[in-house]
């Protein structure tokens, strides 16, 4: 057999891992049932058709954030399957992926789609919600619900 080496380091690991819940100091949490074919984690949902359920869509009443779940299965890639209870963020800190250039403090719009920003135009607003962490786009911040 082979020796495989690992020629290459990071000096430290990432500050964030999208749908990690950053501070443990105010968080609540909820449960809802997936919705969707797949949700990923750190991502915007709504209320689903049936009031357990919740899903990623523009219009409908915001629930919160996915957090990861560590319990899920390898084959499960990182996402929640359709009808596998999801746990939601309502209150608190959770890393996620920046939809564009954000400023800490910037308020916290949802596109259609999921993706989390800070344009008006077109998207809705997450009230009571700003961006911990000055982060560039594609890269992985931090939002605060309150």
Known sequence: ????????????????????????????????????????FGLPVIIGTDPRQAKVAAAGSFIGITVEDKTLLPDDADVYKQTGAMAILIRGTVAVTAGEAVVAGDPVYRTPAGVLNTTAFGNTLI????????????????????
Request: charged share 15%.
């Open 1 to 40: 057999m082979p020796t495989i080496t690992q020629a290459n380091y990071n000096d430290r690991p990432p500050a964030f891992v999208v749908g990690q819940i950053v501070d443990m100091t105010t968080c609540d949490l909820v449960s809802r049932f997936c919705e969707d074919a797949s949700i990923a």
């Open 127 to 146: 009230a009571n919600a700003i961006w911990e962490t000055t982060t560039a786009n594609a890269a992985v911040g931090v939002i605060r619900i309150r």
